[in-house]
């Protein structure tokens, strides 16, 4: 029998398709139908100038807009031979960590929501709400940030933002612990997520598998570390990793993740408390350089003879590898933005870690993956 | 950019395709960019998966040149730690490369992808159907002729008083 | 005991109503009305309306303690806006399902849609004439009133299992199916753990098991037979962590996903109808029912329907309990589910009837006292 969950079902958190193929409760195959989200992101990008993309990559992924935005701005830098200030990569791995805190913490509290448990999922968002205010305090927004700017960020952090956000990590240090012990203290817990959608570390490669679900495996492979973009090459942590893939490990390796994030969080504010200095790139073309420049004859819409380059950036985004590839031929818009999704990877190997099991363990393990349907469809 | 680490200097490849790499240009940040003849291309996949040690198939992205059509593949090596652009400039009369599927298994919704937006077939996919698109969609939107809309037109225009 | 019981009361009424009624009506009509037969009759329609009125009463107050407790636990503060700190707002909640449109899926079994939501409902009302909220409350002195309550409990599965069927939907055939798995299972454990408490009071009488309770309260010597039939409890409510069959995560709704309107409330009302019998039952079984030990202060035990007082404070005291559960427990899967019944609950329900056996084979129990004759 085959059965549909979605693209209105509880469990796809977002809007998509999974067809499951049952026998009484065993799942004998998968199919997931992509695309209702489908918007054309990298179409529209060729029709728009470089800094007006920055607001379709927020909502590329709608909790980790801030990571997309960052991925994009890396790669249109190097397309258009642009170097950001120190500050500004300082203040993109702030953002980055923040919002990869935030994506986490609504991650655990969608999942621990799959399984049942209710508390928890209001302690989640209650927490999240703690990092939007700090997002919101120095971007004006609480998800769609277009915040990021070929060749820095918009404006520099508010005064005594380093304090409100250092009691912010305090706080959440606390509750990380709260969270183990609703999860991890609990034996039906372990009932359930024990070796539950496994994915070894050969499989996790051959398919593609990034991000949490890969290092949950094994793999100590996190681009942060190995290919350090931004200001990550200054920084101290540690990649979490797991044994055993299943979504256990997955919940530990994201867990061990955020306590990571509120280190670097903690590092980066003591950067930049000591080191004022602008945010933005100076001698930008003007076209670039002003963030609000007035449209028209004299505006960025005017094509002119830039250097031509190519940009590819991988960063490290909080559901795994982001790939963007920029194209640049010399005007205002790009010729073609690719952007890869890890999450696009991991759904695509679905059938791999989900035939096998039963119905009532779909959600906590597509809950594992954390799923963002906009990042997959674009 | 030898580099002494397994898996890294995709130079090493020249040898065993005089003719099918085309060049290998530098690329900051990445191990470099390989133009490579769409007629090797299995044979390259698998010698740079294999010999080189690029196990993971991080992005497959069609471009459409107008007058050909660039497939553009991204590998990462966890030996040597960077990625490698490997890229084929297809005919735009009949765009088709073989499917990476049998080397990386991960291809295969990339590959999907650029089906069905750039108009790229791949040879011997196991599962080539619509993705993100509806089932027999007409269109590849991401080719350059599927126009969205003109440019705004900003001109004022003036009135006479 | 009090003299005053509910169906006196509502025999009282009837009768008050005739006295003033001599004279207004025609002699026939008069004759007939005074008539005996239809003068009891009348009495039962008034105690039934009496206790479906408290019951429907106290079921939506429960919603709202749930709602209230719940909001707590999770760090907020519940229903907050109609009424005092939200009193009114699961009437209110009521009153919009009511008023709401009730539509049937194209495919489905009219019968069966209709039918099974309001078999359910009326199956769990009926257990409220069953049971004894307090002394005189309840349909009389039934002798076997606690198994028939658990007979009429066990309906459920078949009603489920009915508009799983008739709504043509694979979530709710997949949720129906769970369910009478469920409840099936875990009758089993339920009557044992009852069989041990049954052996002890030696009685199937409610009121009589109550009455045993005076020297010391069951749950001490019984602990085990507590935790299965708690247990138990859980997985008939369907409440977390075994609300499998209608676990939203994978199956939307469960068995009632095609629900809307006046006909979802009803199995909402139901839901919370059998977590109110359960509680019931735990209080009537373990806690004493509406009892209090004697080193109570006197005040707190001499007031009227202070029996009443009590049994509620139980009750809502073990509802209480199931709500801590649900808002701090995962959901288990159902082979596992199955597993804990079958393995687990199963086995500890006939250790406790042991541990029944003994207990009333020495009969005093050091601390506590002995049980009371069986006589008593």
Do not use: F, K, Q
């Given at each position: 029998m085959w059965i549909n969950m979605g693209p209105q079902h509880p469990m796809t958190h977002g809007l998509w398709n999974l067809r499951v193929r049952i026998d009484g409760e065993l799942i004998l195959d998968v199919d997931p139908e992509m695309g209702?989200?489908?918007?054309g992101i990298e179409k529209i990008s060729e029709d728009r100038h470089y800094n007006e993309i920055i607001t379709l990559m927020d909502r590329t992924c709608y909790v980790a807009g801030m990571a997309w935005e960052t991925l994009f701005v890396l790669g249109a830098e190097q397309a258009l031979h642009v170097t950001p200030p120190e500050r500004a990569e300082w203040i993109r791995v702030l953002s980055e960590e923040i919002q990869r805190l935030g994506s986490h913490i609504m991650w655990y509290a969608a999942f621990v929501q799959d399984l049942g448990l209710m508390s928890p999922f209001l302690y989640g968002m209650r927490d999240r709400d703690l990092l939007l205010d700090l997002l919101q305090s120095y971007?004006?927004?609480?998800?769609?940030?277009?915040?990021?700017?070929?060749?820095?960020?918009?404006n520099d952090l508010p005064s005594g933002f380093t304090d409100r956000a250092r009691k912010v990590c305090d706080w959440l240090e606390d509750r990380f612990r709260e969270y183990d012990a609703l999860c991890l203290g609990s034996a039906i817990f372990h009932k359930r997520c024990d070796g539950l959608g496994v994915l070894k570390a050969a499989d996790c490669v051959r398919l593609g598998v990034t991000g949490p679900m890969l290092r949950s495996a094994g793999v100590k492979r996190d681009l942060r570390k190995?290919?350090?973009?931004?200001?990550?090459?200054r920084v101290d942590f540690d990649v979490a990793v797991a044994e055993g893939g299943d979504v256990t490990g997955r919940y530990l390796v994201r867990m061990e993740e955020m306590r990571q994030s509120v280190r670097i969080v903690r590092q980066a504010l003591d950067w930049l408390d000591r080191n004022p200095g602008p945010c933005l790139a100076e001698n930008l073309p003007r076209w670039l350089g002003a963030p609000y420049a007035p449209v028209g004859r004299e505006g960025y819409l005017l094509r002119r003879n830039y250097p031509k380059g190519l940009g590819f950036s991988a960063i490290e985004e909080p559901h795994g590898e982001a790939l963007a590839y920029v194209v640049n031929e010399g005007v205002e818009h790009p010729y073609r933005v690719k952007l890869k999704s890890p999450i696009f990877v991991n759904l695509s190997a679905a059938k791999e870690y989900l035939v096998g099991y039963r119905v009532a363990d779909i959600p906590p393990i597509m809950g594992s993956v954390d799923i963002c349907v906009g990042e997959v469809d674009r | 950019m030898t580099g002494a680490a397994s898996g890294v200097g995709p130079d090493r490849l020249l040898a065993r395709f005089p003719q099918g790499i085309l060049g290998i240009d530098p690329f900051p940040g990445t191990a470099g960019r390989l133009r490579f003849d769409p007629a090797i291309a299995l044979e390259l996949f698998r010698e740079v998966r294999d010999t080189l040690g690029y196990t993971h198939l991080a992005m497959v992205a069609g471009i459409d040149w107008v007058q050909t059509r660039e497939v553009l593949y991204a590998v990462w090596s966890d030996a040597g730690r960077r990625y490698l652009l490997l890229s084929a400039q297809l005919p735009a009369d009949h765009p088709h490369i073989e499917s990476a599927t049998a080397v990386w298994p991960s291809a295969n919704w990339h590959e999907r992808e650029a089906w069905e937006l750039v108009d790229i077939s791949f040879d011997h996919h196991p599962d080539l159907r619509n993705l993100l698109l509806p089932t027999g969609y007409q269109f590849h939107p991401l080719l350059r002729s599927f126009k969205l809309h003109e440019p705004e037109e900003l001109e004022v225009k003036v009135r006479d008083v | 005991m009090t003299g005053l019981t509910l169906y006196g009361v509502a025999n009282g009424l009837i009768q008050y109503l005739l006295t003033h009624l001599y004279g207004v009506l025609p002699h026939p009509y008069f004759a007939f009305l005074v008539n005996g037969a239809v003068v009891t009759g009348l009495s039962v329609l008034v105690f039934a309306a009496i206790l479906l009125g408290a019951s429907m009463i106290n079921t939506i107050m429960l919603i709202w303690f749930e709602r209230k407790l719940l909001g707590r636990f999770m760090d907020r503060r519940g229903a907050?806006?109609?009424?005092?700190?939200?009193?009114l707002q699961n009437f209110a909640d009521g009153l919009k399902l009511f008023r709401k449109h009730t539509y049937k899926p194209h495919d489905a079994d009219a019968l069966g849609f209709y039918v099974a939501p309001t078999a359910y409902l009326v199956s769990s009302l009926l257990i409220f004439a069953i049971l004894p909220a307090s002394t005189g409350w309840g349909a009389g002195a039934l002798p076997l009133s606690l198994l028939l309550a658990l007979v009429v409990f066990s309906f459920a599965p078949l009603f489920i299992f009915l508009s799983a069927w008739s709504q043509a939907n694979k979530y709710s055939l997949i949720g129906g199916m769970r369910s009478a798995a469920q409840m099936i299972a875990y009758e089993v454990p339920i009557l044992l753990a009852v069989v041990a408490v049954v052996i002890v009071s030696g009685s199937f009488d409610l009121t009589t098991i109550v009455t045993m309770q005076q020297n010391y309260w069951y749950w001490i010597p019984l602990l085990l037979a507590l935790v299965v039939f708690v247990t138990g409890m859980l997985a008939e409510m369907e409440r977390i962590p075994f609300d499998l069959p209608e676990a939203e995560a994978e199956l939307v709704e469960g068995w009632n996903t095609e629900y809307g309107g006046m006909l979802f409330a009803f199995f909402m009302l139901s839901d919370y109808l059998r977590a109110l019998i359960g509680s019931f039952l735990v209080v009537l079984l373990f806690f004493g029912g509406w009892t209090m030990p004697g080193w109570v202060p006197g005040p707190l035990t001499s007031f009227p329907l202070e029996g009443l007082f009590w049994f509620l404070v139980k009750t809502y005291a073990v509802f209480g309990v199931f709500v801590w559960i649900r808002a701090s427990l995962p959901r288990v899967r159902t082979d596992q589910l199955l597993r804990i019944g079958w393995m687990r609950m199963v086995p500890l329900a006939l250790l406790s009837i042991v541990l029944a056996v003994g207990l009333v084979l020495i009969r005093c129990l050091p601390l506590l006292g002995c049980l009371p004759s069986l006589g008593g």
């Open positions: 209702y989200l489908h918007r971007t004006g927004a609480r998800m769609t940030y277009e915040y990021n700017r070929v060749g820095g960020v918009r190995d290919r350090p973009y931004s200001a990550y090459d | - | 907050m806006h109609v009424g005092y700190a939200g009193l």
